[in-house]
């Protein structure tokens, strides 16, 4: 099992800046070899973000490339997201996921989920 805890979020005006975190809790490393970001919007289906491998290759959405920036701590066993330039169309509650299997931006993929933390962005 893996525990995933978000936080970070919180309400913002377009153009802003929020950084996510997410804390990983398991007994064994491995299923976290990679984590990613997810995020779901009210009415859209959830949509990945950004994933990166332990080893620090990162998938990132086009959507959000050169916005957002995925990291990892893994002597801390953290995720961050680190977002910029917020839009409106951002808003949404962002996940985070962790997987042994491959490390893409496909939800069925990934098997550890937290609970979300809802980033919102005012025009």
């Known amino acids: 099992q893996v525990q995933l805890v978000e936080s970070g979020g919180g309400s913002v005006a377009a153009g802003g800046s929020l950084k996510l975190s997410c804390a990983a809790a398991?007994?064994?490393?491995?299923?976290?070899?990679?984590m990613g970001w997810f995020r779901q919007a009210p009415g859209k289906e959830r949509e990945g973000v950004a994933s990166i491998v332990r080893d620090g290759r990162t998938n990132v959405a086009e959507s959000v490339l050169g916005r957002f920036t995925i990291s990892r701590d893994n002597a801390k066993n953290t995720l961050y997201l680190q977002m910029t330039s917020l839009k409106p169309d951002d808003t949404a509650m962002y996940y985070c996921?962790?997987?042994?299997?491959?490390?893409?931006?496909?939800?069925?993929?990934?098997?550890?989920w937290g609970q979300g933390t809802q980033v919102t962005v005012s025009s």
């Open positions: 996921a962790s997987t042994i299997r491959a490390c893409s931006l496909s939800e069925p993929d990934y098997i550890y």
């Open positions: 398991s007994e064994y490393s491995y299923r976290t070899y990679c």
